[in-house]
């Protein structure tokens, strides 16, 4: 699975993990998570993310 690195905070959204707290189960891909979700650290949006590699 992927990770996606904010370019604000530097928060890592890992396919993996999800993010709960938001509604974003375990195991949800990038493109699969709502367009209109949010850094949940700094409340960036999802177009601020880049993949880590």
């Known amino acids: 699975m992927k990770k996606y ?3 604000v905070c530097e928060h ?3 396919e993996a993990l999800g993010d709960p707290d938001s509604g974003v189960a375990a195991g949800t891909k990038w493109e699969d998570v709502p367009a209109d979700w ?3 650290v700094c409340g960036s949006p999802k177009k601020n993310f880049v993949l880590v590699e």
Request: proline letters at 11%; charged letters at 20%; one cysteine or more.
């Open 5 to 7: 690195r904010c370019a």
């Open 12 to 14: 890592i959204y890992d």
């Open 38 to 40: 949010v850094c949940p």
